[in-house]
């Protein structure tokens, strides 16, 4: 198995947590990784990416006595594979941390560790109602443009950030340099990252039971899912059009695309490319009539929690279903045509988003799932948050359960 964050790694399918020891690829760093590192130097096993526990480049008693380490928490450096498919290190115990990008913050809260976190960026700071105490702590700036003397000031043993690009504060390696605060980057927004990226924080947090419950509890809904769109034979599963802001949509390697997908969707532009990593192509209306979806999904980047006012999504609805051509779809012909905001499809609580789909796709298969209690219930026991869904908050139009 290549790295978790990798195209080809599937939504649903086993996933192996990146950090030096896990020599078996598995989910877990356990017992059965010093079996195979003893069968690997005793010849019986070939090496794999992540048996070097302790990134010396020897296989060896030594990652035997890390990997042992690791299982009782009480490693003084963690190394593992960044989304860049780097492999990094990051001092444990951290005892202090500041976290970038919301998803990242959903993370901290599922794994119990809002005590740690001393600074977050101005994403978490604008969303007071989902992030009540998160919001509240000092804020280190942009996501984009990381203030570096902020970072200084809070001294924190690591910063949790995602992609080295544009939009992550791509010199703050170098910014940091020396100053002791590791940079640690993982891909916590898509479908098929965020999960593997909880785990492996779990291990530089210490809350690696909390975790293992978490994707205990999520497998359960994406099992059902799958099991269920298994039945619906492939010529009868529904063509999507999944329309973003800006004339764009999305490809496989995006979270939208593969939640459409496992929902039993066809994307129509699953392989089209362009825009931000190649995953978020332009589209124009044309191509779109000719193409013509039965059901269309529109993206929101408003809508969630931090409103109660759902003409934000209808506002979206209706320019969707006015652009040229659309009424000729035969999903706007049919009332196929659903909004969602972006917050309950990616990250780890994406598996609401899935339930969504499904319904909105298969509303006789998925009759029985109600999507208020799936994201009550990550909310109450997960999030740490009592919200109450049923007057605040829009999280899809038309308005469905």
């Given at each position: 198995?290549?790295?978790?964050?990798?195209?080809?790694?599937?939504?649903?399918?086993?996933?192996?947590?990146?950090?030096m020891?896990n020599?078996?690829?598995?989910?877990?760093?356990?017992?059965?990784?010093?079996?195979?590192?003893?069968?690997?130097i005793?010849?019986?096993?070939?090496?794999?990416?992540?048996?070097?526990a302790n990134?010396d480049?020897?296989?060896?008693?030594?990652?035997?006595?890390?990997?042992?380490?690791?299982?009782?928490?009480?490693?003084?450096?963690?190394?593992?594979?960044?989304?860049?498919?780097?492999?990094?290190?990051?001092?444990?115990?951290?005892?202090?941390?500041?976290?970038?990008?919301?998803?990242t913050a959903?993370?901290?809260?599922?794994?119990?560790a809002?005590?740690?976190?001393?600074?977050?960026?101005?994403?978490?700071?604008?969303?007071?109602?989902?992030?009540?105490?998160?919001?509240q702590?000092?804020?280190?700036?942009?996501?984009?443009?990381?203030n570096?003397?902020?970072?200084?000031?809070?001294?924190?043993?690591?910063v949790?950030?995602?992609?080295?690009?544009?939009?992550?504060?791509?010199?703050?390696?170098?910014?940091?340099?020396d100053?002791?605060?590791?940079?640690?980057?993982?891909?916590?927004?898509?479908?098929?990252?965020?999960?593997?990226s909880?785990?492996?924080?779990?291990?530089?947090?210490d809350?690696?039971d909390?975790?293992?419950?978490?994707?205990?509890?999520?497998?359960?809904?994406?099992n059902?899912?799958k099991?269920?769109?298994?039945?619906?034979?492939?010529?009868?599963?529904?063509?999507v059009?999944?329309d973003?802001?800006?004339?764009?949509?999305?490809?496989?390697?995006?979270?939208?695309?593969?939640?459409?997908?496992?929902?039993?969707?066809?994307?129509?532009?699953?392989?089209?490319?362009?825009?931000?990593?190649?995953?978020?192509?332009?589209?124009?209306?044309?191509?779109?009539?000719?193409?013509?979806p039965?059901?269309?999904?529109?993206?929101?980047?408003?809508?969630?929690h931090?409103?109660?006012?759902?003409?934000?999504?209808?506002?979206?609805?209706?320019?969707?279903?006015a652009?040229?051509?659309?009424?000729?779809?035969?999903?706007?012909?049919?009332?196929?045509?659903?909004?969602?905001?972006?917050?309950?499809?990616l990250?780890?609580?994406?598996?609401?988003?899935?339930?969504?789909?499904?319904?909105?796709?298969?509303?006789?298969?998925?009759?029985?799932?109600?999507?208020?209690?799936?994201?009550?219930?990550y909310?109450?026991?997960?999030?740490?948050?009592?919200?109450?869904?049923?007057?605040?908050?829009?999280?899809?139009?038309?308005?469905?359960?």
């Amino acid at each position: 198995m290549g790295s978790v964050f990798a195209d080809d790694v599937q939504i649903g399918e086993p996933f192996s947590v990146q950090i030096m020891g896990n020599a078996n690829l598995d989910q877990v760093v356990d017992q059965q990784d010093i079996v195979f590192i003893q069968e690997i130097i005793g010849g019986t096993k070939e090496k794999t990416k992540l048996a070097d526990a302790n990134n010396d480049g020897i296989i060896d008693q030594a990652d035997i006595e890390q990997i042992n380490k690791i299982i009782s928490g009480t490693e003084d450096t963690i190394y593992y594979v960044n989304l860049n498919d780097d492999v990094e290190s990051v001092k444990h115990p951290l005892n202090n941390i500041i976290v970038v990008y919301d998803n990242t913050a959903e993370i901290i809260r599922i794994l119990g560790a809002q005590d740690k976190v001393v600074g977050v960026d101005s994403m978490i700071l604008e969303k007071s109602k989902y992030f009540p105490e998160l919001s509240q702590l000092p804020s280190i700036g942009e996501r984009k443009d990381c203030n570096v003397e902020k970072i200084l000031e809070l001294d924190p043993d690591a910063v949790f950030i995602h992609a080295k690009s544009e939009s992550g504060c791509p010199d703050l390696e170098e910014k940091l340099k020396d100053k002791g605060i590791d940079v640690v980057r993982l891909g916590t927004w898509e479908s098929h990252t965020a999960v593997p990226s909880l785990m492996l924080m779990a291990y530089m947090l210490d809350k690696v039971d909390r975790a293992k419950q978490y994707v205990t509890y999520q497998e359960k809904y994406l099992n059902t899912i799958k099991e269920r769109v298994a039945q619906i034979p492939e010529e009868k599963r529904l063509r999507v059009f999944i329309d973003r802001p800006g004339d764009t949509t999305t490809s496989k390697g995006s979270g939208y695309s593969e939640s459409v997908e496992f929902a039993g969707g066809k994307n129509l532009a699953k392989n089209l490319a362009g825009g931000f990593q190649s995953v978020l192509p332009a589209v124009d209306s044309e191509w779109v009539v000719k193409e013509n979806p039965e059901v269309i999904i529109g993206l929101s980047w408003d809508g969630g929690h931090e409103t109660d006012d759902l003409d934000v999504l209808k506002k979206r609805y209706d320019e969707v279903v006015a652009k040229p051509g659309f009424s000729s779809i035969d999903a706007v012909k049919n009332n196929r045509v659903y909004i969602t905001p972006y917050i309950n499809v990616l990250g780890p609580g994406y598996h609401i988003g899935l339930v969504q789909f499904a319904k909105w796709l298969y509303p006789e298969q998925f009759g029985d799932m109600d999507v208020k209690i799936v994201q009550d219930e990550y909310m109450t026991n997960w999030q740490n948050l009592y919200f109450d869904l049923n007057n605040h908050g829009v999280f899809g139009y038309p308005v469905s359960t």
